[in-house]
């Protein structure tokens, strides 16, 4: 058992059975995890867009 975010739902797996929870308003924290010696350019660029849209993603989630 365990309490998830509604996206993982998606991700169907055999046998498992997802019960929506009413009621609740509770936030819950995102991390974005990179290892540090990454040089990718990918990972770079996918970063800088995260971290300058954060606030955007913040108040977008908030709703």
């Known amino acids: 058992m365990a309490i998830a975010p509604f996206c993982v739902s998606k991700l169907y797996s055999r046998g498992c059975h997802f019960i929506a929870l009413e009621d609740v308003d509770t936030q819950i924290p995102l991390q974005i995890q990179f290892?540090?010696?990454?040089?990718?350019?990918?990972?770079?660029a996918f970063l800088d867009i995260a971290l300058a849209a954060k606030d955007e993603i913040q108040q977008s989630m908030a709703i």
């Open 35 to 44: 290892k540090q010696n990454n040089n990718s350019a990918t990972v770079k």
